[in-house]
């Protein structure tokens, strides 16, 4: 981290906004302005921008560490999607353009999504779901993703999301922790040409998953090509999604909410390992989730808008589904992975479909780097107007060749912090206004309120520290399904009265902050976050572990890459088969994206004399660095062997 602020300390490269971008901008500095006047005020504002059925009768109920936004206020998240733009020529709007990837396409209009979104909510109605019901959604990038999420919406039914990259147990867990009734899913979903299974990865969730009466499975692949093996259909519980939807009406009146109805959990890992069931609410989560969609990406009728996140993590249900279509904007959605069948596709897609906004995450800038200049420069990217990234640091030189390879040298970049837990964004440039740094997110949005503190909780104005939030904003996390206590535990009681992101920041002498990674036991894999914990709970699943400790080491692509640490069991032999054994388990347990790169057998691990596992001198001996203060050990010389064994290794 040392390193890392001495390099970020030497940027000194600035971009004004362009003036051509700025004379235009959607996003003024009179919103600071409003937003500093009056907090409460600025965002009753932005509320105004939505479709109320009843209007709020108080703005913010904040009773720490909970807070009611809009109370009184009654609204329907699908209405404000869909049919607020149903009465003039927004109707004809593609509302989403999709590409499979095979290279199948589709577009659905805001009228033609209506009236599908009314049929899979009348569809679920009819299987016995309710308001306040659970349904867990696991599917692919495909615009069923979509309606399956704004059908819930429609009738007030709280949708779980579960990435499709999760294993079987993965999505089991979430299923019984948010005792979902009903399961959407699909036959299979396209990744790098494969099928990936996804029915039969629900099957064997479901066994175990009591709660569930219902599944349903959209049909991703063609009919006839052996079916079965991929959608074995229970009788009495597995319906089609086309069936289904067939024999519905289009028109499914739209649930009134309250303001502080559920509208979805998303789980996230944490700490421990339990993944945490992250509660958002109705009002005060579109009031965001529009508002810095509009500002930030400097949204247009006329543009389009490409968000390449799945629907699986708070990114795709933020900013593919509620932020752009409650602004009416037309959606770019892809399904699969960005080198298939070549490297270029992205750029295709971008040319193909005239894309003027693209938001994605540094570890595929990264990737795309690594390919090369010549797959953006074969293609149109012409139409770029405004590039976005998420989910972790963005080195400065990937920021540079973003801005020179896709940005033309012309777009303006917006780095964008937030978590699962603040559902919309955060800390972000707005595009006409802010002049950027590359590496930097910047400044707070109006109306957000950041603050740097140092170890004990003071309020620092520079320099390096953790990124505290000091009032509640209206995207808030309301609490962790189920559990309150770990909600308050969790976000509130690290710094008393402040909410507690878990990450390292520096703020510079122009008050810019610059994100320096998770200060907790969590990782950023690839933009993904990964508790330590979950991984080493399922390495000691495995029979023959005995104990098995994980770190982060810094990777060039992915940010950060696993690194465990694995003591075998009395007998058990260590080998390469073993270690890939453990790796396939990992992936098993939870998936392959928390399968780790790096696993080290050692017969012993390094531990305080209190027999805590020291995880920062692993995570010297990961990263190849000299050795930090090993005195507190209780035997030294485990970790000594641990690095010279750890440097032998092939
Ligand atoms: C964590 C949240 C919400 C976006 C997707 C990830 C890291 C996110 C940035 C950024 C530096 C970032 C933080 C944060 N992060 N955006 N622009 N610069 N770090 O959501 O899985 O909830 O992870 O991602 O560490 O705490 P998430």
Known sequence: MADQLATLLLEERRFPPPAAFAARAIGTPALYHAAARDRLAFWEEQARALDWITPWTSVLTWSPPHARWFDGGRLNVAA???????TGARRNKAAIIWEGEPGDRRVYTYWALAREVGRAANALKRLGVVKGDRVAIYLPMIPEAAIAMLACARLGAVHSVVFGGFSAESLRDRINDATA??????DGGYRRGQVLPLKRIADEAVAQCP???HVVVVRRR????????FAEMTEGRDHWWHRLLDRESPDCPAEPMEAEDLLFILYTSGTTGQPKGIVHTTGGYLTQATATTRYVFDLREEDIFWCTADVGWITGHSYVVYGPLANGATVLMYEGAPDWPERDRFWKIVARHGVTIFYTAPTAIRAFMKWGTKHPAAHDLSTLRLLGTVGEPINPEAWMWYHEHIGRGACPIVDTWWQTETGGIMITALPGVTTTKPGSATTPFPGISVELVDTTGKALAKGGGFLTLT?????MLRTIYGDDARYQATYWSRFPGRYFAGDGAKVDDDGYWWLLGRVDDVLNVAGHRIGTMEVESALVDHPDVAEAAVVG?????KGQAIAAFVTVKEGVKPSAELREDLREHVARKIGAIAKPDDILFSADLPKTRSGKIMRRLLKDIAEGRALGDTTTLADPNV??????QYEDKE
């Not at 009032?471 to 995207?475: F, K, L, N, Q, S």
Request: with cysteine.
């Open 80 to 86: 404000n999607c869909l049919d607020r733009h149903l």
């Open 211 to 213: 709660s569930i009466e």
């Open 553 to 557: 080491k810094a990777h060039d692509l």
């Open 471 to 475: 009032e509640p904003w209206p995207g």
């Open 181 to 186: 009734t009903v399961l959407i899913t699909a």
């Open 639 to 644: 970790v000594a062997r641990l690095k010279e």
């Open 222 to 229: 063609p009919a006839g090509e052996g079916d079965e093996s």
